[in-house]
């Protein structure tokens, strides 16, 4: 018996080698292009969020000189009060402040028992503006003014405004 051939000659040969090498060089291919593409969005990501936030801090910093402008309004107008009666010192001070505040551009107050509220905006380059609060008081016992920060927040100067378009994908079966 010397039929003792083998029945299974199962050999790759160069078909097979070929199919393995495409189907290595295209799966590396298409990861290489998914990588790319990634590294390519995170980097578009990456200047925006520089850029939102080097636009954040610039107008943060533009809040804190408006806020040292009403706060050397509050000192200029405590230095150049002259008052005769300790009852009329409040008054006298919130009159010579609302004259020093209506100096500064952009500012609003409102003078209400006691108390100034002002109100000022801060606008920045990337549709964001810091909206700021104060509420100035006056010490008599110590004859000095002080203010209290009541918001400091960041919104957005203006909303995307979306035009609603309603698209009728299926307008339905007619039955008669």
Not at 27 to 38: C, G, M, N, R, V
Not at 45 to 53: D, G, H, Q, R, S
Not at 59 to 86: G, Q, W
Request: aromatic content about 10%.
């Amino acid at each position: 018996m010397e039929n003792n051939k083998r029945l299974s000659n199962v050999s790759v040969g160069m078909g097979g080698t070929l199919i393995i090498t495409i189907f290595v060089v295209l799966s590396l291919t298409i990861f290489a292009t998914l990588s790319f593409t990634t590294a390519h969005s995170d980097l578009k990501l990456a200047k925006k969020t520089e850029e939102m936030t080097s636009d954040y801090y610039k107008t943060s910093s533009k809040a804190e000189e408006m806020l040292s402008d009403v706060y050397s309004a509050m000192i200029d107008s405590r230095e150049n009060m002259r008052t005769d009666s300790a009852a009329d010192e409040e008054r006298l001070y919130f009159d010579a402040l609302s004259k020093k505040l209506s100096e500064i551009d952009d500012v609003d107050f409102v003078y209400e028992e006691g108390r100034l509220t002002v109100n000022y905006e801060s606008l920045g380059e990337m549709n964001q503006k810091i909206c700021v609060g104060l509420e100035v008081f006056y010490d008599q016992s110590k004859n000095e003014p002080y203010y209290e920060i009541t918001s400091w927040n960041l919104t957005n100067i203006e909303l995307p405004v979306y035009e609603e378009e309603n698209f009728d994908l299926w307008e339905g079966i007619e039955i008669k």
